[in-house]
């Protein structure tokens, strides 16, 4: 006897074996127990999850010898027929073969003669909306007024093609796609009843690999089944047949990630290249793994929204215990956009591993709106502070938010203006405490023009020239190059009206600037400030500051 394929061999016989679908195959038996049988039933759903099965143990429950019935017996001659594909009065229609109005019209001239041995006509139209619109139109009369004794189910993967007076005349259902959990276990069951054996992580590659679909999982399990060659099928074989990365080197790449490994997680990357898996579906793969962790860094019990084996979600969660939620989302965000790159690419190994190394830098993403928010709420606070008499005006500032980029590409930063203070001639806006007093003079002019040279380091100046370092490689370092015309106008206004030269240079982020006069005037004064400071930012208002933004105090200014 010739071999039957598993999607054949273990296709549901009754409604209760019809898996993920209990909302619709309930409808349908209590229809049946009550003698409610509607004549036209659409089903709705992706491939394999179990339209036309559904639509062939409904047949059998109208046809079997002991019914209608919402428990076929599955033993009489109808019920057997039926199962077999002989039965005179079911007729299965594909709907792509037959999208004429003249197949229509025949169609509608054979429902007028009565069941040659069943107790009712089934029409089961397959992939329905293939049917042109003049058989659409041809099929509308007899759909609404059918004879008593025929019923149609139709079935569709679109049934936004279906016209809405087609819609209007049918019961609709709409199949969901199986949980990946849900699967797994109906393929645990299935191996445990043919006796073959397959370990946990490679039904959950099968499963994912299904996209929720029986029909499809069961293809994967033939496949793999054969591939072992009756040996036992590990999660290892199964990536291999599928050409999928296995969970290990999703959570190898999410571990080198996380940890700032370069070298690792370039190396992971490669170890799936060379296996000759499709990088394509490895993005998309890590993708759906960030999506688990920024879920279980943010959920308290991110459980029922982690689909996978008990196994897997242990590893996710470790995972997430060493992620802030923040910088889970930013990692998200960040690789979303890096795989749809990857599907486009020319090269996509390139991309991917540029794309890995971008990553390595992501900030947790802060929106600007919400910034903006706790910003106009600490400015009320201070306002109060200050009519308090504190003994020194602390600006807080956050670790430097990351927004998405604006026009120009520049990053939007907020902070809260000082009040403006005329300085000193150009030789001391190069001392430190100086040029962060200029800075934040900028900030209430220019608050995004400020937050790129808050990082700059006054290295050397002469007279009509300030030379500033910025961080070497940095968005910074570009845009402040760009927009180095903007801060000369500014300084030479500051400076009296005479003109003054910017130039910007890359500068390790350690580099230190070199002393000037000023700045030894400057270090007289520090042990003042640092007092001043200390007073300040132990001030109970202050200190609700910090809580409110979630930073630090980078900076003391005293009147």
Known sequence: MSYVVLARKHRPQTFDEVIGQEPIT???KNALAQGRVHHAYLLCGSRGVGKTTTARVLAKALNCDSGPTPEPCGKCVSCEEIRAGTAVDVIEIDGASHTGVDDVRELCESVRYMPARGRRKIYIIDEVHMFSPSAFNALLKTLEEPPPHVVF???TTEPHKLPATILSRCQRFDFRRLTDARLREHLRAIVLREGLRVDDGGLSLIARASEGGVRDALSLLDQVVAYAGGEAVTEAQVAEVLGVADRRSLLALADAVLGRDAGRALGVLEE???????LGRFAAAFLSHLRDLAVAA?????????????GERRDVLAQASRTERARALSLFERFARATEEVLRAQSPKVVLEVALLDLLDAEPLLPLGDLLDRLESLEG????AAASGAPGAATPSLPRPTTAPESGGSRAQASIAPRPQPIAPLAAAAAPGSWRALIDDLGAQNPRLAGIYALAKPLRFDEGEIVLGLPAGSL???IGSERARDLEAFVSARSGGRPVRVRIEAAAPDAPAPLSVAEVEEGKQQAEREKRRREAIEHPTIRAAVDILGGDVRNVRTE
């Open 476 to 478: 910074e370092l570009e």
């Open 298 to 310: 943010s959920v308290d019990d991110p459980g029922p929204l982690l689909d996978m084996s008990d």
């Open 272 to 278: 799936v290249f060379r296996a000759g898996h499709d």
């Open 26 to 28: 309930r409808t349908l």
């Open 153 to 155: 189910v139709f079935a």
């Open 381 to 384: 606070r201070l306002a109060g």
